[in-house]
């Protein structure tokens, strides 16, 4: 799990330099959808309570974060509440900002015949934003 999670920024930060790879839905399973979704919530909890990559500067507010039943809550005093949670039937993650309001994250895949189901990413279809980023960038104010 761990390694998974590792990775999983990891190919955040390179996809940030290189801007020409095209993804395509991934076709998943149930169990897919819940492994894959599961670890992303779990990771992006585990980033935030262990802030060890320097994603939130705290700047004096408390950031409360916690998570039940596929719902993964953050709050930031001064900012508002961050939710993301799973929708099965749909296979997708849904999102509310208090910055940029709510968006449905579709699970991702390289279209080069050689990417792994473990290789996607989590894309929001209307702006193309990858969820992680996308939070990254909101806890950090950076535009």
Known sequence: QKLFRKHLFQVVRVRACFTTVKYIPAD??????????????????DMLTDDAHGIYSNNGDDMDVNSS???????IPSKGTWVINKQTPNRQLWWSS???????????????????????????????SEIISCLQKELSNKP
């Open 98 to 128: 208090p910055i940029s309001g709510p968006k449905r994250y579709d699970y991702q895949i390289p279209i080069h015949s050689t990417a792994a189901i473990q290789d996607g990413v989590w894309i929001c279809s209307r702006d193309q």
């Open 69 to 75: 039943q596929g719902v993964l809550n953050i709050h």
């Open 28 to 45: 998943l399973s149930v169990n897919d959808f819940h492994h894959l979704s599961d670890h992303t919530l779990e990771s992006i909890q």
